[in-house]
């Protein structure tokens, strides 16, 4: 895994690996040897958790199926403890994967934010653009795209 790997882009420039080191604190709530989670220093919600893996890795795809387990693993048993102490209804959990999705800290990073009934926000489907009109052959080759990309 090219820059999972590359110790140049580890505690020096990144913030994340700042707080796994110990160098910048953050308010933890989980941690295991190959995941942390903490407290959004700047939450959008009450409760608001960023799931990380210990090693740097920028995109979703620079992780190895182990730490990827390891950090859904982390995701599945936190959610329910976190939605339960802040008396959450329910909460979104995403991954900003590149800038153009608005990920501003390159290290993977999970979110979890508790949603409460009424709180005024919106759902995954909202944080798209303008929605494409596809034919379904269009989505056929987008499908086959996509699956010979992974076969591949
Ligand atoms: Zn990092």
Excluded at 12 to 33: K, Q
Excluded at 76 to 95: F, K, L, Q
Excluded at 122 to 138: F, T
């Amino acid at each position: 895994m090219g820059r999972a790997a590359d110790p140049s882009r580890m505690s020096d420039t990144c913030i994340f690996c700042s707080i796994v080191d110990g160098e910048i604190p953050a308010r933890t709530v989980y941690e295991t040897d190959d995941v942390l989670a903490f407290l959004d220093a700047n939450p959008l919600a009450l409760g608001h958790t960023l799931v990380i893996p210990k090693t740097h890795a920028e995109r979703v795809g620079d992780l190895d199926a182990d730490l990827s387990s390891a950090v859904f693993d982390a995701v599945s048993e936190i959610t329910p403890e976190v939605e339960a102490a802040v008396d959450a209804d329910g909460a979104n959990i995403g991954i900003n994967d590149g800038e153009a999705a608005g990920q501003e800290v390159p290290h993977v990073h999970v979110h979890v934010v508790p949603r409460f009934d009424g709180d005024g926000g919106a759902p995954i489907h909202a944080v798209a653009g303008e929605r494409p009109d596809l034919a379904d052959e269009e989505l056929d080759a987008i499908a086959a795209d996509v699956s010979a990309a992974i076969d591949g």
